[in-house]
T-cell receptor
Framework: KAGVTQTPRYLIKTRGQQVTLSCSPI?????VSWYQQTPGQGLQFLFE???????NKGNFPGRFSGRQFSNSRSEMNVSTLELGDSALYLC???????????????FGNGTRLTVT | GESVGLHLPTLSVQEGDNSIINCAYS??????FIWYKQESGKGPQFIID?????DKRQGQRVTVLLNKTVKHLSLQIAATQPGDSAVYFC????????????FGSGTRLSIRP
């Protein structure tokens, strides 16, 4: 069974631009969540989607947004990029969308975004 | 490889010895705890979890201990191998939460041959 797939693997953007990251969950998984990982702040929760609806959201500005499609694939968008947005963006999927403990998150290998 | 954290606490262990990685959690309302392993260039990988109604859980070569009184979590790895080299994160959440996990800052485990 294929794992969580994230594309692209690496991305370099300029301040002020926008970027879209893609995530394909494990087949059959309906919940997709996104995390940002930086050396300074560690792993931080961005948001979670289930059945095409955002169900949970972290403390990030509105420049960070996402969506989920009917096939459970998800995209994350960051507009008006800032230098501080440079990070590893991780997508995770789970089988069930209700209780985290019933189906732990499976992470992809991330997209490394560099903003110059 | 990609750096997960520049100033992570590091635990250096002799190959074959047991490793103990400690973690303090902050939220008394958390009732579900997870350990993740992250190797260079990869995403976090689930190792083992434990609910707050337990104080110990064992997996293959790993044991998680939970002390709710002092809000402390530990991961024990038996007979540490070179492949265990990674950054280890403890994480807390609510069992009924869909996906929001609060991660700790991580500990880098280094294996001496």
């Amino acid at each position: 069974k294929a794992g969580v797939t994230q594309t692209p693997r690496y991305l370099i953007k300029t301040r002020g631009q926008q970027v879209t990251l893609s995530c394909s969950p494990i087949s059959g998984h309906r919940s997709v969540s996104w995390y940002q990982q930086t050396p300074g702040q560690g792993l931080q929760f961005l948001f979670e989607y289930f059945s095409e609806t955002q169900r949970n959201k972290g403390n990030f500005p509105g420049r960070f947004s996402g969506r989920q499609f009917s096939n459970s694939r998800s995209e994350m968008n960051v507009s008006t990029l800032e230098l501080g947005d440079s990070a590893l963006y991780l997508c995770a999927s789970s089988l069930q969308g209700r209780n985290l403990g019933d189906s732990p998150l499976h992470f992809g290998n991330g997209t490394r975004l560099t903003v110059t | 490889g990609e750096s997960v954290g520049l100033h992570l606490p590091t635990l250096s262990v002799q190959e074959g010895d047991n490793s103990i990685i400690n973690c303090a959690y902050s939220n008394s309302a958390s009732d579900y705890f997870i350990w993740y392993k992250q190797e260079s260039g990869k995403g976090p990988q689930f190792i083992i979890d434990i609910r707050s109604n337990m104080d110990k859980r064992q997996g293959q070569r790993v044991t998680v201990l939970l002390n709710k009184t002092v809000k402390h979590l530990s991961l024990q790895i038996a007979a540490t191998q070179p492949g265990d080299s990674a950054v280890y994160f403890c994480a807390e959440s609510r069992y009924s939460s869909a996906s929001k996990i609060i991660f700790g800052s991580g500990t880098r485990l280094s294996i001496r041959p």
